[in-house]
């Protein structure tokens, strides 16, 4: 995994080239990572696209859990689940 900067990466051709060597780029500005560059092509784009949002899907729930766990929620019955989700959807505007 390679680390390249907005700025070098705008000032820098080839980034096909850096795909090859490394699997994946992650782009950063001020040193904070902000993306991830991965390569693909036609024939495996809408695979790689379902990977990634499958893999932050799974991620999102592993933090959600986690969260639970800290909060004291993590073995609500269904019914305090329902009741829970009513009154966070009532609460949005």
Request: cysteine-free; glycine content about 4%.
């Amino acid at each position: 995994m390679r680390f390249v900067s907005a700025r070098e990466l705008r000032n820098q051709t080839g980034l096909s080239a850096m795909l090859a060597e490394d699997d994946e780029v992650v782009l950063t500005v001020h040193g904070k990572p902000i993306a991830i560059l991965v390569e693909t092509d036609e024939e495996t784009l809408d695979e790689t696209i379902r990977s990634m949002r499958r893999a932050r899907a799974q991620a999102a729930l592993a933090r959600m859990r986690r969260n639970a766990k800290k909060a004291g929620v993590s073995s609500l019955t269904e019914e305090e689940m329902a009741a829970e989700i009513q009154a966070s959807r009532a609460a949005k505007p």
